[in-house]
């Protein structure tokens, strides 16, 4: 054999060795590898599936849950008769809310659908109890627009099952006047379900956690949603429209006597803010040994000063310049620090309550607007002369060389605590109605 037949048989030799080599790989190696793979994809689908069934099966754990305490109670005894009794409650409380007069309503009492029962699949229990009214209403499309609004907001199974919308013809129209009030005659046909299962309580709606722990469960809750104006406090799965949309439009748009005119209530849009333009430039002791402060207002070249009185009291004065001469604008000071105008829709008032002239110079302001001195006076009437230090309202400070848009707000321990040193002296308020001024 030659040296060629020799390299061409070993050659030969290695490429058959490969061959085989790489058989014996698949057969023993790889083959059995995929099918564990194989094995190992099924068994993660299976598990993401049994995954996915019990997330399922929770979820509509959860909902049966939730949709018990949204079922109208039952009576201690499996009666119904507190369902029926406070859903028509409820039901009368809607149509008051919605504007619907006394006179314009009426309701039929609540009836057990007995004709229809629904049975569970294995047809041995009823899976829940239908209760129906009626109820027939006059007024205007309005009306029935908030009372839709407040219904679907309850939380409760029922629905509206049927609406009819009339116009009433032109001769009862003439004998009642309702042309020019707009009104319709409606008719709705409603349902609540009361599940098989359904709590057995004394309220129409589940009393939530914090209610019940606070009141045990007060039977006071009958009909609180409604007058907190609230909606469900347990949730749904229905997805319903934004709340920001406002669905009072759709009486404008009455299809049956013709659209509304509806004018808007034209606010003023707010004058300049001055705030960034007055700055408090000192604070000192008079000849007198007075407390004083002065502010500018740069936007309008205005000064303001303010003392503290002998009573205890501080004044504020503005001054304007006619050429370089400082004149007031009034003969008498203010009890108040203001600046803007009514006419301008940018009047804002504080009360200096104190002047600090040594170290840290700076004044100390409580803002003076309805809300706050409601509350001063509600106080003093409970307090007393203590008010000044149990209710001292938000006060703020302004130091030299800052603007009043810089100004900050002191804590409330804070201000007590200055209240004592004598630093802020905030007057008790009086029951009289105190006359202001807009500069």
């Not at 190992?40 to 099966?57: F, V």
């Not at 707010?270 to 500018?296: H, V």
């Not at 007031?328 to 804002?348: I, M, R, W």
């Amino acid at each position: 054999m030659t040296t060629k037949e020799r390299s061409m048989a070993l050659v030969l030799m290695v490429l058959l060795g490969l061959i085989a080599g790489g058989l014996l790989i698949v057969t023993m190696i790889y083959r059995p590898y995929q099918a564990k793979v194989k094995e190992q994809d099924i068994l993660s689908r299976e598990l993401l599936e049994l995954k996915t069934d019990e997330e399922l099966a929770m979820i509509q754990m959860a909902k049966l849950v939730n949709d018990r305490k949204l079922s109208l109670p039952v009576d201690s005894d499996g009666g119904v008769s507190v369902a029926r009794q406070e859903y028509e409650a409820l039901l009368e409380n809607l149509l008051k809310r919605s504007d619907f007069q006394g006179s314009q309503y009426t309701t039929s009492k609540m009836t057990v659908d007995t004709k229809n029962p629904v049975f569970s699949d294995d047809k041995k229990k009823v899976v829940y109890t239908k209760i129906k009214s009626k109820i027939t209403a006059t007024g205007p499309l309005s009306s029935l627009v908030k009372f839709l609004w407040n219904f679907y907001r309850q939380p409760l199974l029922h629905s509206i099952t049927a609406l009819t919308i009339e116009k009433p013809n032109s001769a009862v129209s003439a004998r009642r006047n309702t042309t020019e009030r707009r009104d319709l005659t409606i008719n709705l046909d409603i349902e609540a379900l009361i599940l098989d299962n359904a709590e057995k309580r004394l309220t129409l709606m589940a009393v939530p956690p914090a209610v019940g722990a606070l009141f045990g469960g007060a039977a006071s809750y009958r009909s609180g949603m409604i007058a907190l104006d609230r909606g469900a406090q347990f949730k749904t799965d229905e997805f319903l429209a934004a709340n920001k949309r406002d669905y009072s439009l759709i009486g404008s748009k009455d299809f049956f006597y013709g659209s509304v005119k509806v004018e808007e209530a034209r606010q003023e849009p707010p004058g300049i803010d001055l705030s960034p333009y007055i700055r408090l430039n000192t604070a000192f002791s008079t000849s007198e040994g007075q407390l004083a402060a002065e502010l500018f207002d740069e936007y309008h070249k205005y000064e303001y000063r303010i003392e503290h009185q002998k009573d205890g009291s501080f004044t504020s004065q503005l001054f304007f310049y006619a050429g370089e001469r400082k004149k007031p604008f009034e003969a008498k000071p203010s009890k108040y620090f203001e600046y803007g105008t009514e006419d301008e829709n940018n009047l804002v008032r504080y009360q200096v309550v104190g002047i600090a002239e040594t170290g840290a110079k700076c004044i100390y302001l409580r803002k003076v607007d309805e809300n706050s001195e409601n509350r001063r006076k509600a106080g003093n009437l409970m307090f007393g002369g203590l008010s000044v230090v149990m209710l001292p309202g938000q006060i703020y400070k302004l130091d030299v060389g800052r603007k009043v848009r810089e100004m900050e707000p002191i804590l409330s321990r804070h201000a007590i605590q200055a209240i004592f040193n004598g630093i802020i002296q905030i007057p008790v308020p009086s029951q009289s109605k105190q006359s202001s001024r807009g500069l």
